[in-house]
């Protein structure tokens, strides 16, 4: 008998879109020359969380990513840019 549900799908913490992602999480976090012990700090978390998200241990939600991308000082607009999740518009194109 086949498997009718839905086809499988890789979780998607370890693929590496996700590796690329965090490896360009830690890029920017050690570009603004900020320490995991400083951006815990402004997160209100504890090293081991910021540790933890960048080792692929635990994964940051929506809310967390934009909250991290304030502390470290990012548009996470140009992050997924730059990582080509997202293109930036064309010329005369609207955004919504």
Known sequence: ???IG???VPKSAFTNRYR???L???E???RADVTQIDLAA???RTQSFVSKFERGERRLDVIEFF???RAIGFDPVEFFQEIGEIRPPRKGSRRL
């Open 1 to 3: 008998m086949k498997n």
């Open 6 to 8: 839905p086809p499988s």
């Open 20 to 22: 690329n992602f965090r």
């Open 24 to 26: 360009k999480l830690v």
């Open 28 to 30: 920017y976090r050690k």
């Open 42 to 44: 402004r997160l209100k």
């Open 67 to 69: 909250d991290l991308a």
